[in-house]
């Protein structure tokens, strides 16, 4: 297989192109993620970048590439920190919404209907976002290694993804898509989700070393999220490239 490309997951969220922005739409729990994952990605590259006197725009000289960026929900915070954003996926409709949007609020993002596999490895990125993208992509192995070559040498990467466990059924299944209809139904499919120590082996293979795997977990009284040591649902990886 030479593609990442799932065609039943990008006409899935074709199909929701248009609520991206809507906080209160289908995307609604999406918004409620983001702060801990913004939080959680600026935290490491302060640390990485040894950057302690924090600007507005901290990430100014830094080049960042967003994977399966989808209205730009990631895209946008990292472009207001000063960052140069491109931001890719695979849905046409997906990156027309983020480009509409991005100009609506005056930023500059360099927005690409592809998936890394067909990128242009000449150009070199210093970060690469991958959240909550590798459940619904095909050949996980290409889409590590097609990362690889994106990545400058010493550059980081972030991976946000669901563990494969029974926790990850119950909540990210059951009780998400199933009882509390905070996603529409089918949107996850729990065979394709990846344990921590698979997605390890992974990056491992492609020269990838970890910096750091945090939980992150919800919940559901104050209706936020915290990093925490469980990651028997919701984790991600900060990963060096070699």
Not at 54 to 71: A, M, V
Not at 172 to 198: C, Q, S
Request: net charge positive; proline share 3%.
């Amino acid at each position: 297989m030479t593609t990442t490309i799932n065609k039943e997951e990008i006409q899935k969220f074709s199909k929701l192109a248009e609520e991206w922005w809507d906080v209160n739409g289908k995307f609604k729990p999406l918004h409620m993620f983001n702060p801990i994952r913004i939080k959680y990605i600026t935290e490491n590259i302060k640390k990485y970048y040894n950057i302690k006197n924090e600007r507005p725009d901290f990430l100014t000289g830094i080049n960042i590439l967003d994977i399966g960026c989808g209205g730009g929900l990631i895209s946008e915070p990292m472009a207001r920190l000063g960052a140069k954003v491109t931001g890719i996926d695979a849905s046409e409709k997906n990156v027309n919404v983020a480009k509409l949007h991005s100009e609506k609020s005056g930023l500059s993002i360099k927005y690409l209907n592809s998936s890394p596999e067909k990128l242009d490895e000449h150009e070199k990125f210093d970060i690469i976002l991958n959240l909550e993208i590798v459940e619904h992509i095909e050949n996980i192995n290409l889409y590590i290694k097609s990362c690889n070559k994106l990545l400058k040498k010493n550059g980081l990467m972030f991976t946000a993804t669901l563990n494969r466990s029974f926790s990850s059924f119950l909540k990210a299944i059951v009780g998400a898509e199933y009882i509390l209809r905070w996603l529409p139904i089918g949107t996850h499919d729990w065979n394709k989700f990846v344990k921590p120590e698979e997605l390890e082996n992974f990056l491992s293979e492609e020269k990838f070393s970890s910096l750091d795997i945090t939980g992150l977990n919800f919940n559901p009284f104050t209706k936020k999220w915290k990093q925490s040591r469980d990651l028997s649902v919701n984790y991600i990886i900060c990963s060096l490239k070699n």
